[in-house]
């Protein structure tokens, strides 16, 4: 896509070597004129001039075909082996102050408003990958880093409003500081995930000056803003008026609606997906609101994407209210619709693991939320592939959620570290952050105590944080460092039994190795009868405890701590 000055009408022609022109088309805009190349295998890569030329008039733009130079750990994508860390860059850490107000951009740092830009930046996450990696953690997953610069009314610190995509913002960096910071990240082990959002823009986009054509966007007119109803996509019964407000409204005022069924759009957002993953060598994408757009278009770019990267792995957000609702965008799993996607947010799990610490134990509440839960992962082509979370940016921090109840937000983390899927965790759940003070979606979003030179103490240092900062911090470590090694839980089969008593007890099996749960949410110790257990435990009998390292006797009826989820590996 060429944006210049009325250059409609100018045809465009090339000389190069292995390149052609297959057809030119002009934009609504006089402004736009898109390009659509052959460019043959083994073509060499450097600089390519286009001369547009109409009548007597002439002029030439150059385009910068770059060579691959792909390395041996670009681009591997994440898979069940792997524990997803999730940070906001603006509020994890500020490693260069000197970028916190740029000229040009429309809103400086300010860390008094918890709605305002707050300084974090790559470099201050580059800073602390050591951090990240001694808590056991294998991926970083980064909210949106495209430009985002709106205006400070709106608070565009969290990445989702994007006014050019194929910017770094200058206040978390640049191009090649993006670039630098994942092959950091590969060279320590660390997976990156990219966030990305083909449903929406931010209003101050330099395309809202210019439409490249009428129908680039949805009318806000007409449509207004979303139902938030996912559900809609996949209902055999849904409206034409439903599936509007779903896929043709606007997520909130300030963000216009994409019309990916325009095709230069539709071309212009999977090249610049292409793009990014070749220029910076990441190993997976998060799709923002992957069922508000068509359906039709996400499934396309989808398999492109798996096409040209076959390793790669992309999750959608499929944030919906039943599992039906939930699986149906999982590849494989529809009779009349391919998604071509594998992994998605799993928000039945997350539903279930929050009712389950909060709710009595009853005949379809507590622990029993769990088990009904997964007792519907038929519904899946593969569940082991699902993003399981206990919290992130748009929901309520789980310690706070819990009530700040250390025993039940330990005995959830350790069932996220041992259920099936692919596990995400917020940044500073290993700290037990709760939500702090502030408003709106800020209360959820704090920044990371010590990732600004003015702290008074820093969370990075064992020295300065507070006990309770520090216990939790060696549970998720001792936890989440135990689960990378452990083959069971990354490859293994899931076997579970009804809850009784206020138990949950399941397994995790794969060739000679057996892991057994037990999820207590009693009180005080409780006696585990093995007899029911028969059929997982037979050629077993003894237990180590993970966490402990106590060895328990299981040939007889043997007793669990209470308000505890258990970890014993079989011997």
């Known amino acids: ?73 670009a681009n591997q994508g994440f898979d069940s082996s792997d524990v997803i860390y999730l940070l ?56 949106p880093v495209f430009e985002n610069n709106m205006t400070p009314e709106y608070g565009a610190y969290h990445g989702y409003a994007a006014t050019d995509l194929y910017k770094i913002d200058r206040r978390f960096g640049t191009n090649e500081e993006f670039k630098a910071f994942v092959n950091a990240c590969h060279k320590k082990g660390l997976k990156v995930i990219m966030d990305m959002i083909h449903n929406h823009i931010g209003d101050q986009h330099w395309w809202m000056q210019d439409l490249p054509a009428q129908n680039w966007i949805h009318d806000f007119e007409k449509y207004g803003t979303s139902n938030f109803r996912g559900s809609v996509q996949s209902d055999p019964y849904a409206s034409e008026y439903d599936l509007d407000k779903l896929q043709k409204a606007w997520f909130v005022p300030s963000m216009p609606d994409l019309n990916q069924q325009n095709q230069w759009l539709a071309d212009y957002l999977i090249q610049n997906t292409l793009w990014w993953i070749e220029f910076s060598g990441v190993d997976g994408i998060r799709m923002d609101t992957y069922v508000y757009p068509y359906k039709d278009y996400m499934a396309c770019w989808a398999k492109t994407v798996l096409e040209a990267y076959p390793q790669f792995n992309i999750v959608g957000e499929a944030w919906v209210r039943r599992v039906a609702h939930e699986s149906y965008w999982q590849q494989g799993t529809s009779e009349t619709y391919n ?3 594998m992994s998605i947010t799993d928000f039945q ?74 596990p995400q965790v917020y940044y500073g759940t290993e700290l037990m952050l709760a939500n702090d003070d502030a408003k709106d979606d800020a209360r959820k979003r704090p920044d990371m105590m010590g990732g600004w030179p003015d702290d008074p103490r820093s969370v990075f240092e064992a020295s300065e944080r507070t006990p309770t900062e520090n216990e939790a911090f060696a549970y998720v470590s001792k936890l989440t460092r135990w689960r990378k090694g452990s083959e069971v839980i990354h490859k293994g089969k899931l076997m579970h039994f009804v809850p009784e008593n206020n138990l949950y007890v399941f397994f995790r099996y794969y060739e000679k190795e057996t892991v057994m749960v037990v999820m207590n949410m009693n009180e005080g110790e409780t006696s585990i009868d093995p007899k029911p257990f028969h059929e997982r435990l037979w050629g077993y009998s003894k237990a180590k405890d993970i966490l402990t390292d106590e060895v328990k006797d299981i040939t007889s009826s043997f007793m669990v701590p209470g308000k505890r989820t258990s970890i014993y590996e079989l011997k």
């Open 1 to 73: 896509m060429i944006h210049h000055p009325d250059i409609r009408g100018y045809k465009a022609s090339l000389t190069y070597n292995g390149i052609s022109i297959n057809h030119q088309d002009y934009g609504d805009s006089p402004h736009y004129t898109f390009l659509y190349l052959n460019i043959a295998p083994g073509t060499r890569a450097g600089s390519v001039p286009i001369t547009f030329t109409k009548g007597r008039k002439k002029f030439i733009l150059s385009y910068d075909l770059k060579e691959r130079k792909q390395t041996a750990n």
């Open 88 to 143: 906001m860059p603006d509020r994890f850490a500020n490693g260069d102050p000197d970028n916190d107000n740029v000229a040009g951009m429309l809103e400086t740092a300010d860390r008094s408003i918890p709605n305002a830009r707050h300084g974090g930046d790559i470099k201050g996450i580059k800073d602390h990958l050591d951090y990240i990696q001694s808590i056991g953690m294998t991926a970083v997953w980064l909210t």
């Open 339 to 341: 998604s071509n996607l």
């Open 349 to 422: 799990l997350h539903f279930a693991i929050r009712d389950a610490m909060k709710e009595d134990f009853g005949w379809e509440e507590g622990l029993r939320k769990l088990y009904y839960t997964l007792s519907e992962d038929r519904l899946y082509t593969d569940p082991m592939q699902n993003v399981i979370f206990l919290d992130n940016h748009d929901l309520e921090r789980f310690y706070t959620d819990v009530g700040e109840d250390k025993s039940l937000w330990k005995m959830a983390y350790a069932y996220l570290m041992t259920t099936r899927g692919i």
